[in-house]
């Protein structure tokens, strides 16, 4: 794809066939000496949105596979979220790096990074031997994303003027939004077809190659003349070019992070990336919330967030138009901030109410997801019309400052993650062996359940231990230990007296407790003993004699808590039934897979919490951008800038006669104006 403008040369030589050489130079050198019209930027614009939509699902890819992943290299999730913490730790110093692109240029940057991060997709980490490979592979991704994604939105500005910025950056915006929905999209509708996690690579790593290929041959990126200046609207082409062709001074680049690292550049970028924080925790760790709270599969949780991605990606198209329209960035950005963080505090809510519907979720993510991109595409035009109020020619560096700075923000995110929803790595790493035991061993989960942890590791190393045994049934019982001892000796020791207790019924042995003379009462003991061993009548009155030694006080104690000592009794020897390393597993982690179900919603809930705090906090940092909050005053600050543009443009052609570039340039712009009038007065005719 090449611009017909692009295609002339400026200085007048004529075109010649290209060349193989030719062609092979021109996959490197990029650059267009005049600015593109309508369709052709529109191209370039389109080729940069699809080049950011594949970078981020090949970065989101892994999290929609993440459980899958974490089994298969037998990592724990606080080791999977390191992986995470570290790529994103290597990508802000991409995003720095990237500052580079104002000297060397974007395109050739983007190209080769889409390359690279392609083929890691493709066919390096799925087969990554272990996990320390996967993460040394991963941060090799995270450093090329890192770069990568902060030269798409500069180009982004450079083929967008201020007038139709919001749009260009909604478009662009798109990129991270459906990067996500298609991960999302994609993993949810294969899953249950492909079930192995490294389908989800190659389709996203074939999908990276064939966007490389249409950006390989299409991308086109300025001239460094054109880009360094600054443009509102597209009455402006002509004068930027007449600039490019008739000044020869450079740019001033000297200190280009000191004309940079600025209060209204540092402080909104920090301001959007805490608001970002509920962004890219859903990205990370969504499929993780969803599944160990609320049971939910990944492809079901993959699906519940398309709500989410689907709503975003609408509002950022719409509010970049709209925002275009007004003229007016901030009034977007503080309404989106707030009907975010109120969407957000009810989520925090229903955290702990584990009957929440699906679609009450659904509706409740879509309701925060289009909230976030009204503020996001706003915030993203905004601040990128900050930063050429500073010097537009060090774009790239003041998008390097965002970048590096939002995945600074996303490290301690996903660690302060960690930290507060502790019972998250418990349930990902233990949870699901756990809950497998328990339904093969359900009586015996039950027992080990009621038993402390010191117990059971008594029971296990000294099973034949009469002081853990009576600890156990202690425990099992709600009795205490002197009390299970007692039962237990008097069970042991007068073993033969009990059995002719338990051969009279407790009605006559009542009645024979109350009175011993008890004629009536002794003559059906009598009989029924005899009945119950086979003896004669004088065996049966000895053994009741002897049974006499046990007190009345013993003997209720014995009836009392016999049977439940007994049946705790049978318990503990169903534990025998497990394997031994069953066993272990259930006694090192059952407790506190327990414990973690209980504390998981809470602990999520006071996350989602500060995620609703992060967001009020980008609302005072909106002040510090530039750019108007009524649209009238931003109508009147554009007539202002059009008159200046006719001003100079008049003094250019007056001056530079001898100069055919400018002189044609000052030609070119009045007869766009010409054109412009036309049109409108025709509009307005018709």
Not at 22 to 45: C, F, K, N, Q, T
Not at 524 to 533: K, M, P, R
């Amino acid at each position: 794809m090449v611009d017909s403008d692009a295609a002339t040369e400026v200085r007048g030589a004529p075109m010649s066939t290209p060349s193989g050489r030719a062609i092979v130079s021109g996959l490197w050198h990029r650059e267009l000496h005049r600015y593109p019209r309508d369709l052709p930027r529109a191209a370039y614009l389109g080729i940069v949105v699809l080049v950011s939509i594949t970078l981020y699902y090949e970065l989101y890819v892994q999290g929609s596979v993440s459980t899958q992943i974490i089994a298969h290299y037998h990592l724990s999730l606080a080791y999977f979220t390191s992986v995470m913490v570290i790529g994103n730790g290597v990508g802000a110093l991409g995003s720095i790096l990237a500052g580079l692109a104002d000297r060397w240029g974007r395109a050739n940057l983007v190209v080769g990074g889409l390359l690279i991060a392609s083929l890691l997709i493709l066919f390096v980490l799925p087969n990554a031997p272990d996990g320390a490979s996967y993460t040394a592979e991963f941060a090799v991704l995270g450093l090329v994303e890192g770069a990568v994604l902060v030269a798409t939105p500069a180009l982004m500005r450079d083929f967008s003027p201020q007038l139709g910025r919001a749009a260009a950056m909604g478009f662009w915006t798109m990129g991270p939004v459906m990067g996500s929905l298609v991960t999302t999209e994609v993993s949810s509708h294969t899953l249950n077809a492909h079930p192995s996690w490294r389908f989800q690579f190659t389709v996203c790593g074939l999908t990276g190659l064939v966007v490389f290929v249409i950006a390989l041959f299409g991308l086109r990126e300025l001239s460094p003349r054109l880009r360094d200046q600054l443009m509102v609207s597209s009455h402006d082409r002509a004068l930027i070019e007449a600039r490019a062709v008739g000044d020869t001074s450079r740019p001033v680049r000297r200190r280009a992070w000191r004309q940079m690292v600025r209060r209204d550049i540092v402080g909104p970028a920090f301001a959007i990336s805490v608001f970002l924080v509920f962004y890219y925790i859903a990205v990370s760790s969504f499929v993780v919330y969803c599944s160990v709270n609320f049971g939910y599969s990944e492809a079901k949780a993959n699906s519940l967030a398309n709500w989410y991605w689907g709503a975003n990606a609408i509002a950022v198209v719409v509010t970049g138009v709209v925002s275009d329209r007004l003229r007016v960035r901030k009034p977007f950005m503080v309404a989106g901030a707030v009907v975010s963080a109120a969407g957000l505090a009810v989520f925090a809510g229903l955290t702990t109410h584990p009957t929440t519907s699906y679609h009450t979720f659904a509706w409740l993510l879509a309701l925060i997801g289009s909230a976030g991109g009204v503020a996001y595409c706003a915030w993203m035009a905004g601040f990128t019309e900050t930063v050429e109020k500073h010097n537009p020619a060090m774009t790239a560096t003041g998008l390097a400052i965002w970048g590096g700075m939002l995945r600074a923000v996303v490290c301690l995110s996903l660690t302060g993650l960690m930290l507060m929803v502790s019972s998250a790595g418990t349930l990902v790493d233990h949870g699901p062996r756990v809950a497998a035991l328990a339904a093969k061993y359900a009586p015996q989960t039950a027992t080990l359940s009621s038993l402390s942890t010191a117990t059971q590791n008594s029971l296990a190393a000294h099973p034949d231990d009469p002081a853990a045994q009576v600890q156990a049934l202690s425990e099992l019982t709600g009795l205490s230990v002197g009390e299970v001892t007692r039962v237990v000796t008097l069970s042991t020791q007068d073993a033969e007296e009990l059995k002719t207790v338990q051969a009279v019924d407790p009605q006559v042995l009542s009645a024979l407790i109350a009175d011993k003379q008890d004629q009536e009462a002794l003559a059906a003991a009598i009989q029924q003993v005899e009945a119950a061993f086979g003896i004669d009548e004088a065996a049966a009155r000895q053994r009741l004699i002897a049974a006499n030694k046990i007190s009345t006080v013993d003997y209720l104690a014995l009836r009392l808590n016999g049977p439940k000592i007994q049946h705790a009794g049978v318990r503990l020897a169903e534990l025998a039934k497990m394997s031994a390393p069953d066993a272990a597993y259930l006694r090192a982690h059952g407790a506190q897979v327990l414990k973690a179900q209980k504390d998981s919603p809470q602990q999520w809930q006071r996350w989602w919490w500060l995620t609703f705090a992060a967001q009020l906090l980008f609302l005072p940092f909106v002040f510090l951008l530039t750019g108007r909050w009524s649209p009238r005053r931003a109508r009147e600050d554009v007539r202002a800038h059009e008159e200046a543009i006719e001003k100079e443009l008049q003094d250019l052609i007056e001056s530079s006669g001898a100069v055919s570039g400018v002189t044609r340039a000052g030609e070119d712009v009045l007869g766009i104006r010409e054109h412009d009038a036309k049109r409108t007065q025709g509009a307005v005719d018709s």
